[in-house]
């Protein structure tokens, strides 16, 4: 009998751990490479990535900030009128001063607002603005020093965080060194999700080397690189965001999609086994 109650438990075991779905991931493409063929077959999602300093007409104040009218502008040159838009704005650095950073704050928040009264309705974020960007400090361990200065850093920026729909911490790479890459991931997003207080939080990543000064930057990194990028992404948070296929220094068009670049084949492989959120709509 009590064989039977044994087998009997184990039996009801097993088919509750089965009936508990797989989490699924979403997976962005902010690529920019000519010929690149329909994605969303395979399951991934566009995602605008819209840089509004581009068309920055001064203040009459000559400040750092627009006239709000410019937000209507900016919703008239965006690729896509709905879905995932993810701001761009490079000039404000959130860490410094308790003052710098309230200004600097203060206008992603205007800036934010305002596309929202401009229409744009669905949801936005800021890339790589939250968490802060301190490599120093996600290399070292939970209970550092260095790490806690760190939350103490972001704690400043929480109302950004709590305003904007998603966080877009960005994760590129600048070397071949994956063991620091992958502690410096891992410790991110963990800061990115403390903020996010249960908000989505996906990562941007890029099969290339970052660094318009760096000796290799740009030189795409090799597919096992790659393919652990994903895997960590995809374990630490709910998606990922690729970006890649900008003109090389000295040209104006962008590189030509590669259907056997290794960064693409390796993507292949771990989209063929993930649960893609995209696929229950």
């Not at 077959?41 to 300093?53: K, M, S």
């Not at 109302?159 to 070397?175: G, K």
């Not at 948070?237 to 590669?258: C, H, K, Y």
């Amino acid at each position: 009998m009590k064989r039977l109650v044994a087998v009997a438990c184990l039996f009801v075991a097993s088919a509750t751990a089965q009936a508990v779905p797989k989490k699924c991931i979403r997976v962005f493409d902010a690529t920019v490479y000519s010929h690149k063929p329909n994605l969303a077959r395979l399951g991934i999602e566009p995602a605008n990535v819209f840089e509004p300093d581009r068309y920055w007409p001064r203040g009459p104040d000559g400040g750092d900030l627009p006239d709000p009218a410019a937000a209507q502008e900016w919703l008239h040159r965006l690729r896509a009128k709905h879905g995932l838009l993810i701001l761009d704005v490079e000039r404000w650095w959130l860490r410094g001063s308790d003052a710098d950073v309230r200004e600097a704050m203060r206008r992603y928040l205007t800036v934010f607002d305002w596309i929202r009264a401009a229409g744009y309705t669905d949801a936005m974020g800021y890339y790589g603005a939250i968490p802060t960007y301190h490599i120093e400090a996600a290399l070292q361990g939970p209970g550092s020093p260095a790490r806690a200065v760190w939350r103490q850093e972001n704690d400043r920026i929480q109302p950004l965080a709590d305003r904007v729909d998603i966080l877009f911490p960005s994760l590129y790479a600048a070397n071949a060194d994956t063991e620091s890459w992958e502690k410096r991931a891992i410790a991110t997003l963990q800061e990115a999700r403390r903020l996010a207080n249960g908000k989505p939080v996906y990562p941007f990543l890029w099969p290339q080397y970052e660094g318009v000064k760096n000796p290799i930057g740009l030189q795409y990194m090799p597919g096992s690189q790659w393919a652990r990028e994903l895997e960590v992404a995809g374990n630490n948070s709910d998606g990922v965001v690729i970006w890649g296929g900008i003109a090389p220094p000295g040209t104006e068009d962008p590189p030509r999609w590669n259907d056997s670049a290794p960064w693409w084949q390796a993507t292949l492989e771990f989209l063929a086994h993930q649960h893609l959120c995209s696929s229950e709509r």
